[in-house]
Each structure stands twice: as C-alpha cells, then as structure tokens.
C-alpha cells in the first residue's frame, strides 16, 4: 500500500472495462452503485461508438468482481415526452434507496442543453421515467437517501457565466417540484478544487453528520485534474456544513486514472457503506474504466472536522 492514500485502492483495478461489456462501447465509467439483496449493483455509463452515452448494469457479490448484464439499462426514451431531452445521451446516474424505491437521478443531453431526469426500479429489472426535475442547465443530482424534516433533499450544480460552478440544496414535497434553493460550498480559490466542484455519491449517513464525497476540479497547464473532495452536512438540517475537509482524498495516480478518453480523471458517483464501519468507494478513472477503493467512514469524518477549509 502506497503511504498517506485515505482511500486504499483494490489491487485488482481496474474492475470494470470496456472489453467486459457485451455490445460495443469506447468506455465504461461513472458508475451509480448500490446494494440490493445482498448484491452489489453498479449501472455505469458508456460511450457508445458515436460519442453519445448510455446506462449499462452490473452486479457482483463481493462489490469487485462484476458480470455485465447482457442489454443496457437505461438509454435515450424513445417517447417523447422524455427523448426529447435525452437526444444527445443519458450520463452518470446516482442510486438513492428510500422505502423500497431506489430512485434515478441522470444527466439527460439534448440540443436543449442538459437536465437531470428522474426514474425509479424496486428489482433493476424495470426502470420507471418520474419526471426531469430540473431546467438546463444542470448536473449532478444526489438525493439524500431518506427524507428530512417531511421533505426530500438534493444536491444540485447549477452552471453559471457568472460564479464558479458550486454545490447548491434544494428540497421537494414529492421529488417533483423542487426549490427553496440555496448555494452551500463554492470551490475554493487556489485550491485543489478552485475551478468548479460537484456533488459525487449519494450522500452516506454516519452518527456525526452526512457525508458527501463530491469532485473538484484544478486547472493546469497540462489541462483539467479531477479529484475527489469530502464534506460533512448536519444530520438535521443539511444545508449547513459541519466542515469541508482541505485537502482531497483522491487523485489521479493510477495509468488508467491518468490517461484515457479524458486523461486525469477520477470521478465518483457512488459509494457503498458496509456493516464494519469503511465504505466502498466506486469511480470512473479517466473517463475509461471503474475502480473501486475502501476508507474508514471515521477517517473522512475526521478530515471534514479536524481539517477544514471554508465552505464558501
Ligand atoms: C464532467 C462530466 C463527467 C466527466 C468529467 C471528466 O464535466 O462530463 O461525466 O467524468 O467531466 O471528463
């Protein structure tokens, strides 16, 4: 093991690649994972052979060792009430359980520009289209796994000419209409994360606050470095941040973190909590393949509260 990484990467990385999809596809990445019936279920994206991308399914037993599903799982609605906003792709999706629902939340493309569409699937087999719960232009979803104070939470990044691309709450009745909208962490300046942040996993629940691992973005002579960040959010009221740790808890090291489609990339949407206390983290490594890392829940909770930098 390499000394000082907080998240120990699994030897046997890459997990997922391309030549273990059955149709054909440029990349595997980005990947929303979740345990269902004892089964790791991971629904990754690809870019398919024209550049535009889809949601392919997984699922293993151990959370390393993953057989891909024969069809993809979710890709552009063929009504049109939905394709219209997914023309252009449906991208990295988040797994959020609340009740026996696991709720979808994806990037659609369009010539519209890009909205984050909502479905639902109790058993993975059939996947339901809620609603697009948001205008353009819009990325990265999380829902908070269960509702708070009577309503359900999300993290949102809004893109904007005029302020840095940030990560914003908001809060819905019924996960179709959402507002009272609030800006809670900008990217901080001459910092790792300084060009843009984004939520990353479904936020995780621990005794000391939720946990929010997001991604932050640097810009280099050599072009953008993505890495991965932590924040820890009041149990009862997220939108206040207990801390955001200052220093990031992975990089890009590993060849197929640091060349591919987009070189330089480690990117999460998801991350699975176990019984013994450390969490499975899952990323996209160069926009290219998945990897899958373990941490110590306590470990980033510390990092948020012991070694923080300023929220905004
Ligand atoms: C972001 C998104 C991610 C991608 C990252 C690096 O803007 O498109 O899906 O992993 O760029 O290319």
């Known amino acids: 093991m390499k000394q000082n990484q907080i998240i120990t990467r699994y030897q046997g990385n890459p997990i997922l690649t391309k030549d273990d999809v059955p149709y054909p596809v440029a990349t595997v990445h980005n990947a929303g994972v979740a345990k269902y019936q004892d089964k790791y279920i991971m629904l990754f994206r690809s870019h398919l052979l024209n550049g535009r991308s889809i949601i392919g399914i997984d699922q293993s037993n151990n959370g390393y060792d993953f057989k ?12 049109s009430q939905f ?13 959020s359980k609340i009740d026996e629902n696991f709720l979808l939340t994806y990037s659609a493309y369009s010539r519209h520009g890009v909205r984050i569409g909502l479905a639902k699937t ?22 908070f796994p269960e509702k708070i104070k009577g309503r359900y939470v999300r993290l949102d ?19 179709i209409h959402w507002g009272d909208s ?12 300084e060009m843009k942040i984004g939520p990353g996993a479904t936020p995780i629940k621990t005794d000391k606050g939720w ?59 998801g991350a699975v909590k176990e019984e013994n206390g450390t969490l499975k983290i899952y990323w996209g490594g160069a926009d290219t ?9 306590n470990e980033l909770v510390e990092l948020c509260i012991n070694n923080p930098r300023k929220p905004l």
């Open 289 to 297: 393949v998945m990897c899958v890392g373990e941490t110590n829940i």
């Open 83 to 95: 394709g219209e906003y997914e023309e252009y792709g449906v991208e990295d999706i988040r797994i």
């Open 157 to 175: 990044r809004p893109h904007s000419e005029i302020s840095k691309w940030s990560i914003w709450i908001s809060y819905s009745p019924d996960l």
């Open 211 to 269: 946990l929010n691992i997001y991604h932050g973005v640097f810009n280099t002579m050599a072009g953008a470095v993505y890495r991965l960040g932590v924040a820890l959010h009041e149990l009862e009221d997220p939108s206040i941040i207990k801390g955001v740790s200052d220093q990031w808890i992975l990089q890009p090291e590993d060849p197929w973190e640091v060349t591919g489609y987009v070189s330089n990339v480690v990117f999460t949407c």
């Open 68 to 79: 891909v599903r024969s069809e993809p799982f979710l890709t552009p609605s063929p009504d």
């Open 122 to 143: 109790k058993d993975f087999e059939t996947v339901e289209r809620i609603a697009l719960i948001t205008q353009a232009d819009l990325r990265n979803v999380v829902i």
């Open 182 to 193: 609030k800006l809670i962490i900008k990217p901080a300046t001459y910092h790792w994360d």
